[in-house]
């Protein structure tokens, strides 16, 4: 086969960050390089009384600054975020939507908690005043499909728009949907995902699962795949990504893009007590046969980095059972930010794209001792310039979701 | 008697629904259609709950079929707070 003949996946043309690592894509992939941590003290509301109190927000994010005035008391803080992040990744692309047919630009976007402040201020309405106190806007602010329905609107954008709710698993399912998508036609999807859940009533949500860290250091509750590990700290925000044929994008002009989604798979795992395998071997395989790459080809690994031990080891087992033993570098910069949910594995691909394209693999900051089982490469102390032309992004969501996206370096064969 | 005012109306749609920047909420805005001012009918459901809650009466939700412009919206407003005698 020629290369004429290689079907080259779609291409990510424009990224748009919102995340404790900073507004920007710059201003982001600085931090990380840096290592400069997000997660400090929870401020937007006290949080003394709750066995959590350390998160990833967004510093110095204004509503007022970043998004029409209509639509910041219509929607939640997390639609906020995603409003903004999705303006820059249209910006960054190069993209004015008023130039392209309405009809063949999707929204695609990742939520795992909906707008859960917005709700929790209605609800006090509610039980304090009574149901004519809750305002008109909880009736759309709190959904899941909130911020795709806002883009979608603000963007004159009415292809097929969705959401996703597969936990932290999400933004990489999106970007598969956002691929399945282009192959039947869209022009351009608005793709990624940016919860905001740091609310009481967000928070005590997430307890539920018991996988959150209450050690009260923000540089040392949240140590994936590190003896030390005690669960993770929550963030809030991610990344929005434009996903455009390679095509469609060069008949644009707009070049090759960061990188070209070259695979991907999801798999839900058995329930708990069965004997069958988690699926995330399996699922990591097939994203790599899907994008047509052997593990050694694979340079650089995002991994999920749960932080809960068990699963840590669970995904360093899958990883060492495709790849050998520490034979390819695993990176989880997630630590600065705290997992994100909806936006995590979002903000990962953004990251990834960025490292291929700077030919850099950012470190984790955080992790010093590797937890037995964890037999694997973890980049630490500081970024290696090793020129990583192909990366593997994996991602689990909380109740079984599984999900690997493989990026190539645009350019790259 | 309370009457309810074109100013009101706007403090509130500020307060409420927000206003985009370059929509001129103090201007002549009196007879402009709510759609071109930028607020759907959940804007306008909005104020209606909120005109509730100031002045205790009961707006049915259809009444926004009523309110297509802040001037009708404050004549509709009007006649219901004198026949509720408010």
Request: hydrophobic content about 30%; some cysteine; glycine content about 16%.
């Given at each position: 086969m020629s290369t004429s003949d290689v079907v080259t996946g779609p291409v990510v043309t424009g990224i748009g960050v919102c995340a404790p690592t900073g507004i920007g894509v710059e201003t982001h992939w600085q931090a990380v390089l840096a290592g400069k941590?997000?997660?400090?003290?929870?401020?937007?509301?006290?949080?003394?009384?709750?066995p959590v109190r350390y998160a990833g927000q967004v510093p110095g994010f204004s509503a007022q600054d970043r998004i029409?005035?209509?639509l910041i008391p219509q929607t939640d803080h997390g639609t906020h975020l995603g409003l903004a992040a999705a303006a820059s990744a249209l910006a960054d692309a190069g993209?004015?939507?008023?130039?392209?047919?309405?009809?063949e630009m999707a929204v695609v976007t990742s939520s795992s908690s909906g707008g859960t402040e917005f709700g929790q201020h209605e609800m006090e309405r509610l039980y304090r005043h009574?149901?004519?106190?809750?305002?008109?806007?909880q009736s759309i602010a709190w959904f899941y499909a909130a911020t795709t329905g806002q883009i979608s609107i603000r963007h004159g954008m009415r292809g097929p728009c969705g959401v996703m709710c597969?936990?932290?698993?999400g933004g990489l399912d999106v970007l598969g949907q956002a691929r399945r998508l282009v192959r039947l036609g869209a022009r351009l999807v608005v793709s990624g995902g940016t919860d905001a859940s740091l609310c009481p009533y967000g928070l005590v949500a997430q307890l539920?699962?018991?996988?959150?860290?209450?050690?009260?250091?923000p540089a040392r509750a949240y140590l994936p795949f590190?003896?030390?590990?005690s669960g993770y700290l929550p963030g809030e925000g991610g990344a929005m990504l434009i996903v455009e044929s390679a095509d469609g994008a060069r008949d644009r002009g707009a070049?090759?893009?960061?990188?070209?989604?070259?695979g991907y798979a999801a798999g839900f795992d058995p329930p708990p007590g069965s004997s069958r395998p988690p699926a995330l071997r399996r699922t990591i395989e097939r994203a790599l046969a899907d994008a047509g790459?052997?593990?050694?080809?694979?340079?650089?690994v995002f991994a999920d980095?749960?932080?809960?031990p068990e699963d840590d080891v669970i995904e360093a087992r899958a990883l060492v059972e495709t790849?050998?033993?520490?034979s390819v570098p695993v990176t989880a910069p997630k630590t600065l930010t705290g997992r994100l949910y909806g936006g995590g594995a979002a903000l990962d691909v953004a990251t990834a794209l960025l490292a291929l394209r700077h030919g850099v693999i950012p470190h984790t900051v955080g992790p010093t001792r590797l937890a037995p089982g964890c037999d694997i490469d973890l980049v630490s102390g500081e970024p290696r310039?090793?020129?990583?032309r192909t990366a593997l992004v994996v991602a689990r969501g909380h109740g079984g979701f599984n999900a690997a996206l493989v990026l190539r370096r645009s350019g790259s064969d | 008697m309370s009457e309810f005012t074109l100013s009101e109306l706007k403090e509130i749609m500020s307060a409420s629904a927000g206003v985009d920047e370059?929509?001129?909420?103090?201007?002549?805005?009196?007879?402009?259609a709510f759609a071109d001012l930028g607020y759907d009918s959940l804007a306008v459901l909005e104020l209606c709950g909120q005109v509730e809650r100031r002045y205790g009466v009961s707006i049915s939700d259809d009444a926004v079929a009523e309110m297509p412009t802040p001037a009708k919206a404050v004549e509709y407003v009007n006649a219901l707070l004198a026949k509720a005698g408010v």
């Open positions: 941590s997000g997660i400090g003290r929870i401020e937007r509301f006290d949080p003394a009384r709750y029409p005035g209509r993209v004015d939507p008023a130039d392209l047919p309405e009809y009574g149901p004519s106190w809750v305002g008109a806007y597969c936990e932290q698993a539920s699962n018991r996988r959150l860290s209450t050690v009260d250091d590190d003896v030390e590990a070049g090759q893009g960061y990188g070209v989604i070259a790459v052997t593990p050694s080809d694979v340079d650089v980095a749960s932080g809960v790849f050998g033993p520490g310039n090793t020129g990583p | 370059g929509v001129e909420l103090d201007g002549d805005i009196a007879d402009v």
